[in-house]
């Protein structure tokens, strides 16, 4: 049903002869779908002196007549939980007592230990229906705890007075049950009536375990027994595990991790992620016990399905029957506590993307004061397959992903309060230490991933440039092996190789040699100062750096600077005529002919490494303090690349723009060698804001996926074509804060609305990435399935991932929508800085890299960043965020493009003070604060003698704001302007 009862109807009993068997009636009035039209429901027992009709009558005060069909119903207060009933003297009550009648609170005082009688009924012998005869009874009064009197009809537990039965009512769904053992009296049973208005058409007979449909259609009603100790499913358990399991071991890889941690004797509640139609299989063979799981009811009365499933007694669930909720989990509960091993699905139904979603907050009941262990659940490996519901996956997809490794991992029991919050925790965390486990058995190093590829897509374009440069897969080997043999007698020395090289063809074909070699690249910031390269270089013990002289004197020329690179310095135009033609070819051809394995073992044994070994160090931007040099494993690259796939469904005819440096982390992993390790086609140009070459670029190749920095995204809206732009399917932003105006103007003008993501270059660099939404057809219309984004936020957590917030001061775990300091935790996550076991020890602790950022979650696992720590100035005892008032600031100028930077500055009143670095935007800063307004109140808002213009904002190589710089010019230009 889709609207709740409208009213509730006493009824009459009418008394022939006092007898010991009382009888109690129970009406429910449950909407039909018109307004003034009801239902109303009835059933009586009967006992051994007699019978009982159920009969219609009016609530005191109105007319004893029925209403006419045409005449609206009475609105009354539905009755949310009876207790009990009861006989009573007729004298005890007169009339009916609404629920919500004010006298109801003063029968409560005047019946001490008593709840408020609600309801009473008078004899009516005129709405007895003539089928049925009256029949005698004493006056009987319904009994509620005036704390549960709001809300719909839910159910009776008890009947007092020597009648032995209780009846359930669930007026949403249109049932009426028979509970608690009660059984069909001898004189006549239970009966239902169906009318319309006033109008009473007859009965239906009622079994004990039935419920009563308004269609008359009796469905079976799970019995409650009054101890759980499993005899037959265990039977049922084993003949099934035995025969499903081997069949399932054909196609899958399956391991039981954790089971340690579940009791050898007793019950137990579990607590699973929801991914596929497989998961009660699964678990129920990795517990090595029968499990029962909560089931969603129409799947319970499916009969492709009844006969299977109700041989493992699992408790049906309906989750908008608010009653048959309640009962199940009731029902939950007693059977762990009586010993049986119970399962709940927090998420309620399968992931439709891949990520958590909401946990409902029923599992909170059923754990709550629970004396037997509560154990998280993580399924990993089932997304993607044929029984998830990842969007493409086929039936022939899932054929060729025979030998898929499926992990069903038992954490340790929680400790404490258990709330959806710490369930959510734990089961993330589950779920990075099986990503981890995945990755290290199924993936490779980057150097022998490179050549499974490779081989798997020979002839198809694997990179292109603005040069003019292609090279298919096979061509791509080849010329990675070649350069390798060039660059190795130079290299042999050292192990941390320099690449100073844009985003190109040469420049990835250098990575993937410096792979080859198993050496760790380190691709250097050539936007960077000359003073940060050598410092770079230092950190990271480069001795030698692969570079190109046609790049060297670009870039001199466009910066008017020269870069001291050292004395080892390879260029690429010195090494490239070394190579004779006919090499070229004899290689190609060599490799082709060996095939994969003995290509990779007689032409490149030295790509095999480690996974926990260094793949990249990436000498961070320093854009908040000073630069570091962060270590990424191949674990690392290998497990964010994982992570990427489990969302986003990659196609070999997939283009990706190629624009971020490799000398950042999303370039690296993302650009360079997710492209690499999926078959996509990869255009690179090493210029980002060159927006006439991109453009020229998008019209030649048609992109159909651009990674990039919401700055370059603002730039592209405004200057490239649309018809560039045209094949796009998919574009993500990080690294900077994606304001919905540019999101919005992005999607007016090419289509497709960018998703944005968060990371850093500890996590090589993705974390959380919002997805496209889910869409299913209902009823022919389109309604979202599971979202994937929410504006303001950054999305949820990729697979693998674990998210926790945190008190910035005390490190106490905080749960949703509450600010904290954002820590991470995942197999993405670095091992630490190279050579700096100070600055390692600060970032990881536990296994958690602590971000230096402040966040929230919301109930459906969505991250939003309000700021970095270091991006807040305590003013006059008040955290305020630079980055909240650059968007107020920006909002209210009415801008495109950047106009305001936020620093602070000691104050010796206040503590600190905010100053404004801004470009022209066309007002005066006395202009803006007005029409800033109440959006910044107290100390939030700016003084107009703290705005300092300047030319230009000193940005970063990745396209980020170079917050450092601007912090160091606000202070300069505050101390400059101070006497």
Do not use: C
């Not at 699964?282 to 029968?290: D, G, M, N, T, V």
């Not at 049906?316 to 699905?345: C, H, K, N, S, Y």
């Not at 929230?856 to 720590?869: A, H, K, S, V």
């Amino acid at each position: 049903m889709k609207r709740l009862i409208a009213s509730l109807l006493s009824l009459s009993l009418t008394a022939a002869a006092p007898g010991p068997a009382a009888a109690r009636v129970i009406a429910g009035s449950l909407p039909r779908g018109g307004t003034g039209s009801v239902v109303p429901v009835a059933a009586a027992l009967g006992g051994a002196g007699g019978r009982l009709a159920p009969v219609l009558s009016q609530p005191a005060g109105l007319s004893p007549a029925l209403p006419s069909p045409a005449a609206p119903t009475p609105s009354l207060p539905t009755l949310h939980h009876i207790t009990s009933v009861r006989a009573v003297s007729p004298a005890a009550v007169s009339g009916v007592v609404p629920s919500a009648h004010p006298s109801a609170q003063a029968m409560a005082a005047s019946m001490p230990g008593s709840p408020a009688p609600l309801f009473s009924w008078a004899p009516n012998p005129a709405r007895v229906p003539s089928r049925t005869p009256a029949a005698a009874a004493p006056s009987a009064a319904v009994h509620a705890a005036p704390e549960r009197m709001v809300g719909s009809f839910k159910y009776v537990r008890s009947v007092e007075t020597g009648v032995g039965a209780a009846l359930s009512a669930s007026p949403e769904a249109g049932l009426l049950r028979l509970m608690d053992g009660a059984q069909p009296s001898v004189a006549g049973g239970f009966n239902a009536v169906a009318g319309n208005a006033g109008a009473v058409h007859g009965f239906s007979p009622l079994s004990a375990g039935s419920a009563y449909l308004p269609s008359g259609r009796q469905t079976p009603v799970p019995e409650k027994r009054p101890e759980y100790r499993p005899r037959a499913i265990n039977s049922w358990f084993r003949m099934w595990d035995t025969l499903l399991y081997p069949i399932l071991s054909i196609a899958y890889r399956i391991y039981s991790r954790g089971t340690e941690n579940l009791p050898t004797k007793g019950g137990a509640l579990l607590l699973p992620n929801h991914v596929s139609w497989l998961d009660v299989l699964l678990i129920s063979h990795a517990a090595k016990r029968p499990v029962r799981f909560l089931m969603y009811k129409p799947y319970y009365d499916s009969p492709y399905l009844h006969w299977f499933v109700k041989g493992f007694e699992p408790i049906p669930l309906v989750p908008g029957d608010p009653a048959q909720v309640e009962w199940a989990l009731a029902e939950a509960r007693r059977a762990m506590e009586a010993g049986d091993t119970v399962a709940i699905f927090p998420e309620g139904s399968f992931t439709e993307n891949g990520t958590l979603k909401r946990f409902k907050r029923g599992l909170e009941t059923i754990a709550k004061d629970s004396k037997v262990p509560v154990i998280p659940v993580h399924l990993d490996g089932l997304w993607g397959s044929w029984f998830s519901k990842k969007q493409g996956t086929s039936f022939w997809h899932s054929l060729f992903n025979i030998g898929r490794r499926l992990t069903v991992r038992f954490g340790a029991p929680l400790a404490g309060e258990v709330n959806v919050d710490t369930v959510r925790d734990a089961v993330e965390q589950l779920s990075a230490v099986n990503m981890r486990e995945r990755v290290l058995a199924e993936r490779k190093p980057l150097g022998v991933a490179l050549v499974e590829s490779a081989f798997q897509n020979w002839g198809r374009p694997a990179m292109s440039d603005s040069t003019g440069v292609s090279l298919t897969y096979g061509e791509m080997l080849a010329g990675a092996k070649l350069l390798a043999d060039q660059f190795g007698p130079a290299l042999d020395a050292s192990q941390n190789v320099g690449l100073f090289m844009p985003s190109s063809v040469g420049g990835a074909i250098s990575n993937a040699a410096v792979a080859l070699l198993g050496k760790t690249a380190v691709n250097l910031n050539y936007t960077a100062s000359s003073d940060a390269l050598r410092q770079s270089m230092a950190q990271a013990e480069v001795k030698t750096v692969i570079t190109s002289r046609r790049f060297m004197s670009e870039l001199a020329k466009r910066t008017g600077r020269s870069y001291d690179l050292g004395p080892d310095v390879i260029y690429l135009e010195d090494v490239a005529p070394r190579i004779p033609k006919w090499k070229k070819a004899l290689t190609f051809v060599l490799m082709r002919v060996l095939g994969r394995w003995l290509t990779q073992w007689l032409l490149l044994p030295r790509a095999t490494a480690r996974m926990e070994d260094d793949a990249t160090i990436i000498p961070t931007s320093g854009s908040t303090a000073f630069p570091k040099a962060v270590r990424l494993s191949h674990l690392n690259v290998q497990s964010n690349i994982k992570m990427m796939e489990e969302l986003f469904a990659f196609k070999k005819t997939d283009v990706m723009l190629g624009i971020l440096p490799f000398f950042h982390s999303f370039g690296f992993t993302e650009t360079l060698w997710m492209a690499i390790l999926n078959g996509i086609h990869a255009v690179y140009h090493a210029n980002p804001f060159e927006t006439d070459e991109i453009d020229a670029l998008g019209r030649q190749f048609k992109p159909t996926i651009l990674l990039g920095t919401p700055t370059f995204l603002r730039r592209y809206a405004q200057t490239i074509s649309k018809e560039a732009f045209a094949a796009m399917r998919l574009v993500v932003a990080g690294a900077e804060k994606l304001y919905i105006r540019d999101a919005k103007s992005f999607n007016d003008k090419f289509g497709i609305t960018p998703l944005e993501g968060y990371g850093a270059t500890e996590t090589a660099p993705v974390s959380a990435v919002s997805v496209p939404d889910v869409y299913k057809d209902r009823n022919g219309e389109k309604v979202i399935a599971q979202d994937g984004r929410r504006d303001e936020s950054v999305g949820r957590p990729p697979p693998g991932v674990a998210i926790r917030i945190v008190d910035p001061e005390t490190g106490a775990f905080l749960g949703a929508d509450k600010p904290g300091h954002i820590l991470i935790k995942g197999p993405h996550v670095m091992p630490g800085y190279y050579g700096d076991a100070a600055r390692t020890a600060e970032a990881l602790k536990d296994g958690w890299y602590y971000t230096g950022d402040i966040g929230t979650r919301d109930r459906d696992g969505f991250l939003f960043i309000t700021g970095r720590i270091s991006r807040f100035s305590k003013i006059g005892g008040e955290m305020v965020s630079h980055g909240l008032v650059e968007e107020k600031l920006q909002d209210a100028s009415g801008q495109p493009e950047r106009r305001f930077a936020v620093a602070g500055a000691p104050d010796a009143r206040m503590g600190e003070k905010l100053i404004v670095l801004y470009t022209d935007f066309g007002a005066t800063p006395e202009e803006l604060l007005a029409k800033v307004g109440d959006s910044l109140g107290g100390v939030s808002k700016p003084r107009a003698v703290n705005f300092f213009k300047i030319a230009e904002f000193p940005m970063l190589g990745s396209g980020k704001l170079d917050l450092k710089a601007v912090a160091e010019l606000a202070l300069k230009l505050d101390a400059e302007r101070l006497p």
